[in-house]
C-alpha cells in the first residue's frame, strides 16, 4: 500500500519546483500552510458528508483526497511518509488506550 504513498510522495516533492500555472500542488506550496490546511479541512467535511450519504464509493473518493491533501501539507512540511509508517509501526499492537498514555503531553 505505501508503494503508491511513495510515488506520491516524490511526484509532490517534484511539483516543489514547477511553476504555480503548470501545477495545483505547486500553487499550494506557493499559498501555504493555511490554504493546505484550508484544503485538507474541506476534504475532511467531504469525507463526513460522503460517509452521512452512506455511499461507499462516494467515501473511497473523499478519502483518497483527504489522503492526497494530507500528503501535499507532509510534503511541504519535509516529513516523510516512512516516518508516519514508522510511527503507525511503533503503535501496532498497542491498545488505545495504551498508546494515549504513554505519550508525553
Given at each position: 500500500?505505501?508503494?503508491?504513498?511513495?510515488?506520491l510522495?516524490?511526484?509532490?516533492?517534484?511539483?516543489?519546483?514547477?511553476?504555480?500555472?503548470?501545477?495545483?500542488?505547486?500553487?499550494?506550496?506557493?499559498?501555504?500552510t493555511?490554504?493546505?490546511?484550508?484544503?485538507?479541512?474541506?476534504?475532511?467535511?467531504?469525507?463526513?458528508?460522503?460517509?452521512?450519504d452512506?455511499?461507499?464509493?462516494?467515501?473511497?473518493?473523499?478519502?483518497?483526497?483527504l489522503?492526497?491533501?494530507?500528503?501535499?501539507?507532509?510534503?511541504?512540511k519535509?516529513?516523510k511518509?516512512?516516518?508516519?509508517?514508522?510511527?503507525l509501526?511503533?503503535?501496532?499492537?498497542?491498545?488505545?488506550?495504551?498508546?494515549?498514555?504513554?505519550r508525553?503531553n
Open positions: 500500500m505505501d508503494d503508491i504513498l511513495i510515488k510522495e516524490q511526484v509532490l516533492e517534484q511539483r516543489k519546483s514547477a511553476k504555480t500555472d503548470e501545477s495545483y500542488v505547486s500553487t499550494l506550496y506557493n499559498k501555504g493555511d490554504e493546505i490546511l484550508k484544503k485538507i479541512a474541506e476534504e475532511s467535511a467531504e469525507v463526513i458528508m460522503a460517509t452521512k452512506g455511499a461507499n464509493d462516494k467515501i473511497i473518493h473523499e478519502v483518497a483526497d489522503w492526497f491533501h494530507t500528503l501535499v501539507l507532509l510534503c511541504f519535509e516529513i511518509v516512512d516516518q508516519i509508517t514508522n510511527e509501526s511503533r503503535r501496532f499492537g498497542l491498545s488505545g488506550f495504551q498508546e494515549k498514555a504513554n508525553n
